[in-house]
């Protein structure tokens, strides 16, 4: 089967950097993706992997390493706007997204 | 813009009640996925739907069939509810181009209380 781990909660001060971790396990993998969910919205995209390595995005960063079967999403220059959940998604196969537990980033002044 | 349109915000229905839920996306995309949400849980994928009336099963398709007769619906049904199917449905749709899985659009969810 398939498996994602993230932490449940994260806590900081504007301005600081956080680090979300996502550890996978799968059968297959098509990509790793970030997704941002502000209380009772919908989830929105914010970044895809499919290769190892760092893309950025604006204050937002995504890493990907596949033989670590990890990945991280960074978040630079924290905003209040930020305080939102994160899930990161694995692709196990074609077309299929496969959501973690997500973590709950709290943005404090 | 990419619209994913839920039939309904909130839903009420008694226990043993047949139960749809609607999904209509604008883009063409080949992709729908139906999720719950619940806290502390993430979003759990229930069926997924790669073409017209193709589907696959995801991790929680107990108590849930769908139905998908034209591209841009995907139907969620509960066919007895069950007290313990309260909980937050997300539907999305994404663009398959070739093996990448883009980014999935989603709806703004049906709040659903079985009661």
């Known amino acids: 089967g398939q498996s994602l781990e993230q932490p449940s909660e994260v806590t900081a001060v504007e301005g600081a950097i956080v680090q979300i971790n996502c550890t996978y396990q799968?059968?297959?993998?098509?990509?790793l993706s970030w997704y941002q969910q502000h209380d009772g919205g919908a989830p929105t995209f914010l970044s895809y992997?499919?290769?190892?390595g760092l893309e950025e995005t604006g204050r937002f960063s995504s890493f990907l390493s596949r033989s670590d079967s990890y990945g991280y999403l960074l978040l630079q220059e924290l905003q209040m706007k930020d305080s939102a959940s994160y899930f990161c998604?694995?692709?196990?196969?074609?077309?299929?997204?496969?959501f973690g537990a997500g973590t709950q980033v709290v943005v404090t002044p | 813009d990419v619209k994913v349109t839920q039939s309904s915000r909130y839903l009420v229905k008694r226990t043993g009640e047949k139960v749809f839920l609607e999904c209509v996306q604008d883009?063409?995309?080949?992709?729908m996925f139906w999720y719950r949400q619940d806290p502390g849980l993430g979003l759990r994928l229930i069926y997924f739907?790669?073409?017209?009336?193709?589907?696959e099963k995801g991790d929680i398709p107990e108590g849930y069939s769908v139905s998908r007769e034209k591209k841009e619906r995907f139907s969620l049904i509960l066919e007895s509810a069950s007290t313990n199917q309260t909980s937050m449905y997300l539907c999305?749709?994404?663009?398959?181009?070739?093996?990448?899985?883009?980014?999935?659009?989603f709806g703004q969810g049906t709040r659903l209380t079985v009661v």
């Open positions: 992997n499919g290769l190892d």
């Open positions: 883009m063409d995309h080949e992709n």
């Open positions: 799968t059968s297959g993998f098509y990509g």
């Open positions: 998604a694995v692709s196990p196969t074609r077309g299929k997204f496969q």
């Open positions: 999305a749709s994404s663009l398959q181009t070739g093996d990448v899985n883009t980014e999935a659009f």
């Open positions: 739907s790669y073409d017209v009336k193709m589907k």
